[in-house]
């Protein structure tokens, strides 16, 4: 079973970028679909970003252009690179691994998860 842990989150200002990584350990990444997902207070937690075991990536709509996902096997890692940030990207940020053959943004579809990091945007 694979552990996951998060860090690089923090408080920015709008238009500035942040870095977001996501730690393994227990078992390789390779071979597991990852995603970043959020959750801001009293809201659902959604769909940031997935990239599968062979590099494809999806984007949600309102990220497409400023986030990028990647992720290193060699290093058992996943990034998430935010530029641009806004308000309304303030959330606490998920990293989550998924054994699904295809690439999903479907939530319930990632069994493993990571307990998060904090990302606040101040206008």
């Known amino acids: 079973q694979v552990q996951l842990v998060e860090s690089g989150g923090g408080l920015v200002q709008a238009g500035g970028s942040l870095r977001l990584s996501c730690a393994a350990s227990?078992?390789?990444?390779?071979?597991?679909?990852m995603a970043w997902f959020r959750q801001a207070p009293g809201k659902e937690r959604d769909y940031v970003a997935a990239i599968g075991w062979g590099g494809a990536t999806l984007y949600a709509d309102s990220v497409k252009g400023r986030f990028t996902i990647s992720r290193d096997n060699a290093k058992n890692a996943v990034y998430l690179q935010m530029n641009s940030l806004k308000p309304e990207d303030t959330a606490v940020y998920y990293c989550?691994?998924?054994?699904?053959?295809?690439?999903?943004?479907?939530?319930?579809?990632?069994?493993?998860w990571g307990p998060g990091t904090q990302v606040t945007v101040s206008s």
């Open positions: 989550a691994a998924s054994t699904r053959v295809l690439i999903t943004t479907t939530l319930r579809d990632y069994p493993y």
């Open positions: 227990g078992r390789t990444l390779v071979g597991y679909n």
